[in-house]
């Protein structure tokens, strides 16, 4: 069993930049992918970025690229979500979250771990 714990999130202007950090209890294995999700109000969840924690893969949704960079600590079981010149549409809870599928996935439904979810509030 993996247990996840995101701290970082906060309020922060337009332009700005936050870094989320995730924590994992529990074996995280080479083939599994660590990723971030968001769920803005009124919104579905949605992924922002994962990576694979042997190849050290990493994989951006479009409107995130250039801006937010997904890195991971093996040493530490540690992710993290470096995110830069944010944008009102950022704002949403934050959840941390790990696959054990073999493949990456861009749906909520393949990630079977997650973090309580961190706050992240954009202001103009």
């Known amino acids: 069993q993996v247990q996840l714990v995101e701290s970082g999130g906060g309020l922060v202007q337009t332009g700005g930049s936050l870094r989320l950090s995730c924590v994992a209890s529990?074996?995280?294995?080479?083939?599994?992918?660590m990723g971030w999700f968001r769920q803005g109000p009124g919104k579905e969840r949605e992924f922002v970025a994962a990576?694979?924690?042997?190849?050290?893969?990493?994989f951006y949704t479009d409107s995130v690229k250039g801006r937010f960079t997904i890195s991971r600590d093996a040493a530490e079981n540690s992710v993290y979500l470096q995110m830069n010149n944010l944008e009102l549409e950022d704002t949403a809870v934050y959840y941390c979250?790990?696959?054990?599928?073999?493949?990456?996935?861009?749906?909520?439904?393949?990630?079977?771990?997650w973090g309580q979810g961190t706050q992240v509030t954009v202001s103009s």
């Open positions: 979250a790990l696959s054990k599928s073999a493949y990456i996935s861009y749906q909520a439904g393949s990630y079977g771990f």
């Open positions: 529990g074996t995280i294995y080479a083939n599994d992918f």
């Open positions: 990576v694979n924690w042997r190849l050290n893969k990493k």
